[in-house]
C-alpha cells in the first residue's frame, strides 16, 4: 500500500478504520448460497472482511493498479472483475452467477455515487441491499423529512425503492488519503414494487421538484391541475405547496389518481 498511486481521477480514498470496516461488513447476512456484489473495492479491506460469509463475492474495480493488492485475494469463491461499473450490463453480468439473494456493498467514489445508484435502480436487478459509503451531506439529503431543505428528488426516489437506514458516521481521518469531507454508511433496503406507472411517477417528480423554490402550480403546469390538487387536498396539500414538502404517499397517491 505504501508504493500505491492513489488517483483523484477515481476519487480513491482507502478505508483503514476497522471497526467502520466490521459494522459495513456486518450490515448483511448472506449465505453461502448468495451473492455479494462490492462496488470499488480498492485495496481489498472491505473484500477481506466479506470473505468471511463464504458467500460468492465479486469485487467490481476500475483501476487495474489495484491487482496486486485485490489479486491475492481470488479464490474459488471471490473473484475480481476490472471493468467501470457505470458501464456494465447488470442483469446480463448477473446471469452468470447462480444466487438466492444479492447484496450489493460499495465505497463509492463521491463524484458518481448518484450515477451509480441510478444505475442499480434502472437495472431493476433483485437486489435484497445496497450499503454504501457516501459523502455525509449526501447521506443527509437521501434520510432526510418532507419540509427540510435536504429533502428533493433523489430523496423521493430512494425512499420509494428502498427503506434507508443509517448505519455510522465516518470521519475523513479514517481514510487514506484523507478526503476534505466526512462519510456516513447507509443502508438501502429493497421495498416491494408499487403497482403504478413508474416512468410517470419518476418523471413527475422530476417536473415536481425542478424549481425547488417554486410551488407546485407553477412547476407543474403542463399537467391536469385540477386532478392533482383533488389528490393534494385529500393529503392535506394543495398545489400552492412546494414538492419539498410532500410526502411519498402522497406522490403515489397522485399517480394512481392524478
Do not use: C, W
Request: aromatic share 10%.
Amino acid at each position: 500500500m505504501d508504493n500505491f498511486r492513489f488517483k483523484k481521477r477515481y476519487g480513491q480514498n482507502f478505508l483503514k478504520n476497522q471497526d467502520i470496516i466490521e459494522q459495513i461488513t456486518n450490515s448483511i447476512s448472506p449465505t453461502p448460497k448468495d451473492l455479494i456484489v462490492e462496488i470499488g473495492p480498492g485495496g481489498g479491506a472491505i473484500t477481506r472482511k466479506l470473505k468471511k460469509y463464504d458467500s460468492r463475492l465479486v469485487a467490481i474495480e476500475i483501476d487495474e493498479e489495484t491487482k496486486p493488492l485485490l489479486n491475492p485475494l481470488e479464490d474459488e469463491k471471490t473473484s475480481i472483475k476490472y471493468a467501470d461499473f457505470l458501464e456494465i450490463d447488470l442483469n446480463k453480468f448477473l446471469n452468470d452467477y447462480s444466487y438466492e439473494k444479492l447484496y450489493m456493498i460499495g465505497n463509492l467514489p463521491y463524484y458518481i455515487t448518484t450515477p451509480i445508484i441510478e444505475h442499480i435502480i434502472d437495472s431493476r436487478i433483485p437486489l435484497e441491499s445496497l450499503t454504501i459509503m457516501v459523502q455525509k451531506e449526501v447521506a443527509d439529503r437521501f434520510l432526510a423529512i418532507p419540509g427540510t431543505k435536504e429533502y428533493g428528488y433523489m430523496t423521493v426516489l430512494l425512499n420509494y425503492h428502498f427503506d434507508i437506514k443509517k448505519i455510522t458516521d465516518v470521519s475523513k481521518k479514517d481514510f487514506e488519503p484523507m478526503p476534505k469531507v466526512d462519510s456516513t454508511v447507509i443502508k438501502l433496503i429493497k421495498k416491494e414494487e408499487q403497482d403504478i406507472d413508474y416512468d410517470r411517477f419518476k418523471q413527475f417528480l422530476k417536473d415536481s421538484f425542478k424549481f425547488k423554490r417554486k410551488t407546485l402550480n407553477n412547476n407543474l403546469k403542463a399537467y391536469n391541475r385540477e386532478k392533482i390538487q383533488k389528490v393534494l387536498e385529500d393529503n392535506g396539500f394543495s398545489l400552492s405547496n412546494r414538492a419539498e414538502e410532500i410526502d411519498l404517499k402522497t406522490f403515489i397517491d397522485i399517480i394512481k389518481n392524478g
